[in-house]
Each structure stands twice: as structure tokens, then as C-alpha cells.
């Protein structure tokens, strides 16, 4: 198979920048990986991930627009990665819902 030197080096820059991407997403993996350990399932962390206060957290709840809760002890709340990703998911369900109704 011959290939002209123009469409040899279109190929190897696609490769170049193909190896780059593949670079970044290694990067992004292991770093979600690292992030997913050092996890904090308290309700300070789940506010923490978020960005917003512990009250506005409170507020959430008493609507019933808060995350399912995992009572662990008396004292202690947690909120597990899979609720937490299923409360992600009802709230994405809930803005495209509002879109919906605006657009008519």
C-alpha cells in the first residue's frame, strides 16, 4: 500500500493528536478514581460536591428534592454514590421537565 507523504503525515498527526486525547482521559480516569476513594459520603461532603450550604441542603430535603439518606449510626448520615447519582439524575429529569413547560 503506498501512501503519499502528504496523507502520511495528515496520519501521523492524527495520531498525535489522538495519543494526546487518550493522555487526557487516562488523566481524568485515574483522577475520578483517586476522587471516588477519598469520597467524603457525609451530607458536609455531599454539600461540599455540590456547592452549597448545609441550610440549603436542609431546604432541599424538606421539599423532597433531597438525596436518599443511609442512617449509618444515631449520629451519622451518609449518602451513597449511587443516590447520590440517582438524586444528580432526578434533578437533570426536573430542569428538562421545566424546559419543556417554558418552550410551550
Not at 441542603?57 to 439518606?69: A, D, F
Amino acid at each position: 500500500m503506498n501512501i503519499s507523504p502528504q496523507k502520511f503525515q495528515q496520519l501521523t498527526d492524527q495520531i498525535r493528536v489522538l495519543e494526546i486525547q487518550v493522555a487526557g482521559l487516562l488523566a481524568v480516569t485515574s483522577a475520578t478514581q483517586a476522587r471516588d476513594r477519598d469520597r467524603d459520603p457525609s451530607i458536609a461532603g455531599f454539600c461540599a460536591r455540590h456547592g452549597f450550604s448545609i441550610g440549603t441542603y436542609k431546604n432541599l430535603r424538606k421539599r423532597g428534592k433531597g438525596p436518599v439518606e443511609t442512617r449509618v449510626s444515631a449520629n451519622r448520615i451518609t449518602i451513597t454514590e449511587e443516590d447520590e447519582a440517582a438524586w444528580i439524575a432526578a434533578r437533570q429529569a426536573d430542569a428538562r421537565e421545566r424546559q419543556r413547560q417554558r418552550a410551550g
